[in-house]
């Protein structure tokens, strides 16, 4: 899939900047200094507005193409398979930003095959949750953690490509002071609802409950886009019936069927909360993080009451 994305064009080239966004963000210098950035579904909120080109130059251009390789079918990031054609897009990379935390198992082996190949871990020193063992990596769902991973990937970035920092950092401070301002909404939001029980679809909230004061007591799904067994079934079932308020929250990237099972047996009422994971690679895709985010909120709101 290609779109445009559109950059406030002021001069035509020569420094010819191209932005694509796709499922990870690589920064490639040319020689006539071209740029592309590819990006996480979820994370282009991230790196669009960090790895974007250096808005402060007076030299600024104007059209990239956009593309994104992780379909909105493919769920969650961890059901993303890296293919052929992306390794071949990585051999050209100069940088190569993932989310980090265990979530790009593909990594080991894109890493073995490029040595030049600069990673930029935007989870680096962000405190991990685990459980059972294993690391949970969807760090960004947490506001806090994605501020920390927007100032990660802009001094990797920086250090990567020192010539461009000041609009890195620029981009960044910008970027940062949005999320900010986000963080302070939810938390008006949301500290005070009176119920914080909740069921969610799969591993991907507790960074959030975390960082909100809400309790996970169940998880649908244990492998997201697998049914859950009639014993985990049983289980969720007997947990959502002792709750006061009894919500489910689906995620518009999966199946509710397992969600309607619990519901017609329980009488809990479902609410979708996405995990910013995908999205259409198009310009309203700059606001995507804080756009979802905010639905999440409103629909937490009416939910817990
Ligand atoms: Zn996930």
Redesign the pocket.
């Known amino acids: 899939m290609q779109t445009k994305l559109i950059l406030p064009a002021r001069d035509p080239l020569p420094d010819a900047y191209r932005l694509r966004l796709d499922d990870t963000c690589y920064v490639r210098r040319q020689p006539e200094r071209q740029y592309e950035g590819r990006f996480f579904p979820h994370r282009y909120f991230v790196l669009s507005d960090v790895c974007r080109p250096p808005s402060i130059s007076p030299r600024v251009l104007t059209v990239s193409p956009v593309t994104n390789m992780t379909k909105p079918q493919t769920g ?3 059901d993303y398979q890296l293919t052929t054609e992306d390794m071949k897009t990585l051999e050209s990379a100069d940088a190569f930003v993932i989310n980090g935390a265990g979530m790009e198992g593909f990594l080991d082996k894109v890493i073995k095959k490029q040595k030049n190949l600069k990673v930029v871990d935007a989870s680096k020193d962000i405190d991990l949750l685990s459980e059972n063992g294993e690391q949970n ?2 760090v960004w769902l947490s506001v806090t953690a994605a501020i920390q991973q927007v100032k990660n990937i802009t001094e990797q970035l920086k250090a990567a490509d020192p010539q461009h920092a000041d609009a890195y950092q620029a981009n960044s401070d910008q970027y940062v002071n949005k999320l900010e301002n986000l963080k302070k909404e939810m938390h008006a939001a949301l500290d005070n609802v009176p119920n914080k029980d909740i069921v969610t679809f ?3 909230f507790p960074y959030f409950a975390k960082e909100f004061g809400l309790n996970i007591i169940s998880v649908i799904e244990r492998e ?1 886009g697998t049914e859950p067994t009639p014993t985990e079934l049983e289980a969720t079932i007997q947990q959502v019936n002792v709750l006061p308020v009894k919500v489910l929250f689906t995620e518009p990237q999966y199946s509710p069927s397992a969600a309607e099972t619990i519901a017609r047996e329980t009488g809990a009422k479902i609410y979708t909360l996405d ?1 910013v ?1 995908t999205g259409q690679a198009d310009d309203s895709a700059f606001n995507a993080y804080i756009d979802t985010m905010h639905k999440n909120m409103e629909t937490l709101k009416k939910a817990l009451q």
């Open positions: 969650c990031l961890h990596p969807h799969h591993e991907a997201p995990p994971v």
